[in-house]
């Protein structure tokens, strides 16, 4: 997807979690996906309705956390495959906010067989479900259970849908939920081959979201180890205070940084 001109989007008026909330919520451990971790995160901050979001709702629902939580620019890198030569490069987050979310009702029209049918958009609960599977075999999955024509949902009681359709109804999918695939099309530094880089939100807010807990924690470690005061205390300082608490106990504030790969 070349991302198009979008209109800045207002202000999210939904207030930010505050960081006591954020620190104990944020609790998956890192040896589950990206996906499944912003999405707990996500479910534990609305409710159980983010399992009905499609994927650019989800996008969005993150980058307007980021926004709030983390703020600035959202950096990343992707791999020449060519040359190999590591390209940085901004992930367009408020061109993505501001694209249109698909309608309530929208549908997907593909032929099979030569026969019209009708597949909604998946929803996180759908994408939950082929989660681990080859991306053509999940993608089969995902247009068995999104099927609207054929009766019981199931690809029992239809013609499979072909690679060639799956192709087509791919497309369709992107074109009615644009921020749902954010791709990133750039020259390379090295070389100047032209790369299409696939950026899934999911795992920068993740990322981002450590990083913030990991600092909280630091804070909390440092003053507590200094002053003997619970966890609670020092995560209700505002944040220029606890800051100015751990420079005066540290002597130094450091910031580390990383910065994850894309395929290319």
């Not at 207030?15 to 912003?38: F, M, T, Y």
């Not at 901004?90 to 032929?111: H, K």
């Not at 013609?159 to 992107?174: C, D």
């Amino acid at each position: 997807m070349n991302l198009p001109t979008a209109p800045t989007p207002a202000p999210d008026p939904t207030p930010a979690p505050d960081p006591a909330r954020v620190l104990r919520s944020w609790s998956l451990g890192r040896e589950h996906s990206a996906a499944q971790r912003v999405t707990a995160f996500l479910r534990v901050l609305t409710g159980a309705a983010v399992d009905a979001l499609v994927l650019g709702q989800r996008n969005q629902a993150l980058l307007r956390l980021h926004e709030q939580l983390v703020g600035g620019p959202i950096d990343a890198v992707v791999v020449c495959p060519r040359c190999e030569v590591p390209n940085e490069f901004l992930l367009p987050a408020r061109m993505v906010l501001g694209l249109p979310e698909p309608p309530a009702d929208a549908s997907a029209t593909v032929v099979v067989a030569g026969t019209r049918r009708r597949f909604r958009l998946p929803t996180l609960a759908d994408l939950a479900g082929a989660a681990g599977m080859p991306a053509d075999r999940g993608l089969a999955y995902l247009a068995s259970v999104t099927c609207l024509d054929t009766g019981t949902g199931t690809h029992t009681d239809a013609t499979p849908v072909g690679p060639p359709e799956l192709e087509r109804l791919l497309e369709a999918w992107e074109a009615l939920d644009p921020a749902g695939a954010v791709r990133v099309a750039l020259s390379c530094a090295g070389c100047g081959a032209e790369i299409l880089g696939d950026a899934d939100p999911a795992d920068f807010v993740a990322r981002d979201l450590d990083l913030l807990v990991d600092g909280l924690m630091r804070d909390v470690d440092v003053i507590a180890g200094r002053y003997g005061w619970s966890e609670d205390a020092v995560i209700d300082l505002p944040v220029e205070r606890r800051r100015r608490y751990v420079d005066l106990i540290t002597g130094a504030r450091t910031t580390v940084r990383s910065v994850p790969a894309l395929a290319g």
